[in-house]
């Protein structure tokens, strides 16, 4: 009999002890939410000035990725034009080497307007080796083929610093 008494004065005391508890927390939540329903005017003061700084911060973001964005599309646009010259410098190499191959009337104007076209750009490579010959007139152009290939290496070199220039970090 003592056991069970005891057992219930035990469970009596938990009980008050939680709805002790339970009014406490309530009350200080309570107390939590007036005060944080009612801000000071130097917490909103506070509150504005930070909301400002975020707001004027992500104008300045966006502004600078714009800037950004109009970089990386002039840059783009140069390399554009830039790929367009030299696919035509490409295709114009490549039409003289193909009229030596096939040992083309060298007094016809197509012929020479490729030849007067193309020797600016030909002209640094003449004679850096020899071009075999066949008894027909074919004629492998070596010089024309290194022309190419230095032509495609400048190409790529200079895509790859329009790349760097386009996406450039800068830091303050």
Known sequence: ??????????????????????????????????????????????????????????????????RKIGHARTAARGSQFLDYAFYVLYTLLGVRLVLALIAANSNNGFVQFISTVTNPFYAPFRGIVESPTTESGNTLVFPIVIAMVVYAILHVAINGLLRMVASRKTTI
């Open 1 to 66: 009999m003592l056991e069970d008494d005891v057992a219930t004065a035990d469970a009596r005391e938990a009980a008050r002890l939680e709805a002790m508890k339970s009014e406490v927390g309530r009350d200080v939540r309570a107390e939590i939410g007036v005060q944080a329903a009612s801000s000071s005017g130097t917490d909103r003061a506070r509150v504005s000035e930070v909301a400002s700084d975020m707001r004027r911060s992500a104008i300045d973001e966006t502004v600078h990725a714009e």
